[in-house]
């Protein structure tokens, strides 16, 4: 009797801090929503207080969209078009060397693959500028310019996600039946259709969560555009439109606000679409 009241107890505990929790993490986005429907006035005035129109929020947008100072339409396709890419590479690239690696059994893959955990705990910091000076020299040796494009976006991104992508596919792919693999090979499939007829469709619950988790922090990333894109060029993701709104319009917070409001929609929109695969996928790749 006394061990039941403890384990609810216990679970009573760990429910509160939950809520708390869960409340800490959604007091500053509910905030800034809030205060999107705002005047600039009243955000600075009363931050705490609910808007009297909460329409103001899309009359925002509508001015946010069509300002030139901040050109977000052509922000928001290149950001499109950045994310996409280089998580679609991703998923694929990553997806093809785990599998090569996990059915490879030899030392020299399980040395590449350690080699790409150890990575993981490279800071990004200690190899910005670096970065920076290979792109220039590739751009020299080969004429492709990589700084201030969408390859060279690309091609980073690719290149700083691999190491994060290839351990969570490794993880799954260690607990897909190798006999499956074998009944295909009989059946007389070729290495290629057996990795995308048959262990590629069983990825799904990883696919999405590779997906989402690469696609929140390539959406979100602001310092590794600002290094290759720079300010004034054209191609601009959403964050580098934010912080250059919020440069044209330092004052007017409703506009900034909302304008955070529209950046966080997209990412917001996609985890929502496929979170049920995400813990599917990681604790599957855990335990496998």
């Not at 009243?42 to 929020?57: E, G, H, N, R, V």
């Not at 998580?87 to 990553?94: H, R, S």
């Not at 290979?134 to 201030?148: Q, Y």
Request: net charge positive; charged share 10%; hydrophobic share 60%.
């Amino acid at each position: 009797m006394k061990a039941a009241r403890s384990a609810r107890g216990n679970q009573v505990a760990l429910e509160v801090v939950t809520a708390l929790l869960f409340l800490l993490f959604i007091l500053p986005l509910l905030l800034i929503i809030i205060n999107s429907a705002k005047s600039s006035f009243a955000i600075t005035a009363y931050p705490l207080a609910l808007p009297k129109d909460w329409l103001q929020i899309f009359r925002n947008m509508q001015t946010i969209w069509t300002s030139p100072d901040v050109a977000y339409p052509s922000s928001f396709l290149s950001s499109i078009i950045i994310t996409v890419l280089s998580v679609a590479a991703l998923d694929i690239l990553c997806s093809q060397a785990a599998w090569a690696l996990v059915r490879a059994r030899r030392r020299v893959s399980q040395l590449i693959f350690l080699m790409f955990v150890g990575a993981m705990v490279i800071p990004f910091q200690i190899i910005m500028f670096p970065l920076l000076s290979w792109f220039r020299l590739i751009t020299a040796a080969t004429g492709i310019e990589l700084l201030r494009t969408y390859l060279g976006m690309i091609f980073a991104y690719i290149g700083f996600g691999l190491s994060l992508t290839i351990f969570l596919f490794h993880g799954f792919i260690k607990g897909i039946p190798y006999e499956l693999e074998e009944a295909a090979t009989i059946d007389g499939c070729s290495r290629f259709q057996v990795f995308y007829r048959i262990v590629f469709p069983l990825l799904s619950p990883i696919h999405a969560t590779v997906v989402v988790l690469n696609g929140m922090w390539i959406w979100n990333d602001y310092l590794l555009p600002l290094l290759v894109l720079g300010k004034g060029n054209p191609v601009q993701t959403i964050p580098l439109a934010v912080a250059n709104f919020a440069g044209a319009f330092v004052k007017q917070w409703d506009l900034i606000l909302t304008a955070i409001v529209m950046a966080i929609i997209p990412i917001i929109a996609l985890f929502l679409a496929a979170q049920r695969f995400i813990i599917k996928g990681i604790v599957a790749g855990s335990i496998k």
